[in-house]
């Protein structure tokens, strides 16, 4: 159980185009989903967090016109990269908490996905 | 901020153990996590402790945590070819806006010569 899957896995676009990256939980339910990005040899950078139904916070110098981050369900998210540049090719992952668990009961489990790869040419 | 700091590399031979350690500077931190990064992909979660805790062990995974030093490391014995990866040292603090955010070490990547 708690798998959580993303959408595409590698995607290749021309600079000044929009990309959209599906993150979905499978057999679970996440209120809460949150979005990193990753650079070649460096640690996981949280960009935002993304609760269903209401706008998603984002972390300091991450631009939320940029990153579009939508979480109409509670088994889907998706970030679209407006506008992509060159700069913005990373390793995309996102990450589920299951809302059957609330925060303070547990460890804090979040569920990650394979994450994507994007390349802006 | 909070911090994470961790070894960027460490190689190991088969069947010998690894310690991968790690250092924070968040006071605050009730959970402390080890992750798994294979090759392009996501993390897994390997095993976690809280932070009222000394050790825990599962299986051939041994963590310690100094709370005292703000140290964390990750034993693992017997190490074999399959565990060569990148692994995260991540921890938890306080709730901040209603939700707790993780922070993520800077990953040490164990190679395991066979």
């Known amino acids: 159980g708690a798998v959580v899957s993303q959408h595409p896995s590698w995607v290749i676009c021309k600079s000044g185009t929009s990309v959209k990256i599906e993150c979905r939980s499978l057999?679970?339910?996440?209120?809460?989903m949150f979005w990193y990005r990753q650079f070649p040899k460096q640690s996981l950078m949280l960009m935002a967090t993304?609760?269903?139904?209401?706008?998603?916070?984002?972390e300091q110098g991450v631009e939320k016109d940029k990153f579009l981050i939508n979480h109409a369900s509670l088994t889907l998210s998706t970030l679209t990269v407006t506008s992509a540049h060159p700069e913005d090719s990373s390793f995309y992952i996102c990450?589920?908490?299951?809302?059957?668990?609330?925060?303070?009961?547990?460890?804090?489990?979040?569920?990650f996905g394979p994450g994507t790869r994007l390349t802006v040419l | 901020g909070e911090d994470v700091e961790q070894s960027l590399f460490l190689s190991v031979r088969e069947g010998d153990s690894s310690v991968i350690n790690c250092t924070y500077t968040?006071?605050?931190?009730?959970?402390l996590y080890w992750y798994k990064q294979e090759p392009g992909a996501g993390l897994q979660l390997l095993t976690y402790?809280?932070?009222?805790?000394d050790m825990k062990q599962d299986q051939r995974l041994t963590v310690l945590l100094n709370k005292k030093d703000k140290h964390l490391s990750l034993r693992i014995a017997d190490t074999q070819t399959g565990d060569s990866a990148i692994y995260f040292c991540?921890?938890?603090?306080?709730?901040?806006?209603?939700?707790?955010?993780?922070?993520f070490g800077t990953g040490t990547k164990l190679q395991v010569i066979p």
């Open positions: 990450s589920a908490r299951d809302m059957q668990k609330p925060w303070g009961a547990t460890y804090n489990e979040q569920f």
């Open positions: 057999d679970f339910q996440a209120t809460t």
């Open positions: 993304s609760n269903e139904g209401s706008k998603a916070t984002y």
């Open positions: 968040d006071s605050s931190s009730t959970y």
């Open positions: 402790i809280f932070s009222n805790m």
């Open positions: 991540a921890e938890t603090g306080g709730m901040d806006g209603g939700y707790q955010k993780v922070t």
